[in-house]
């Protein structure tokens, strides 16, 4: 985290852990368009990709759970299931969530393609 922003929280983000903290500062705005990849490559498309985005695809085409980022201690009041390590599992539907400040927030829904 970058020093100016210490004052605001001098840890990081972790929503899920038991000594939940810290703050994860982000702004911006952004369009995705999805395509497929032998598509992209035919037309030599540059590929970008977000985070949580690319996790979200990883999932679905691997068919595995990411980590949940910066866990530290299990929290015994929280009672669903937190990934500490990467396992398989059966994805069809991944969601990804950003919230900044302001209301600024977005929710991406991806389902698994038959």
């Known amino acids: 985290m970058k020093t100016a922003f210490l004052p605001l929280s001098p840890t990081v983000c972790r929503p899920f852990d038991a000594r939940r903290d810290g703050l994860a500062l982000g702004?911006?705005?952004?369009?995705?368009?999805?395509?497929?990849?032998?598509?992209?490559?035919?037309?030599?498309?540059?590929?970008?990709?977000?985070?949580?985005?690319?996790?979200?695809?990883?999932?679905?085409?691997?068919?595995?759970l990411p980590?949940?980022?910066a866990f530290e201690a299990p929290d015994?009041?929280?009672?669903?299931?937190?990934?500490?390590?990467?396992?398989?599992?059966?994805?069809?539907i991944a969601l990804g969530n950003a919230f900044g400040f302001g209301g600024v927030n977005s929710t991406l829904i991806l389902r698994r393609s038959a």
């Open 76 to 92: 015994p009041a929280c009672s669903f299931p937190v990934v500490h390590k990467p396992r398989d599992a059966r994805v069809n």
């Open 27 to 64: 702004e911006g705005a952004a369009v995705l368009a999805l395509e497929t990849l032998d598509r992209a490559s035919r037309r030599n498309a540059c590929i970008y990709g977000e985070g949580g985005v690319v996790a979200c695809l990883m999932a679905l085409r691997e068919q595995w």
């Open 67 to 69: 980590t949940q980022a």
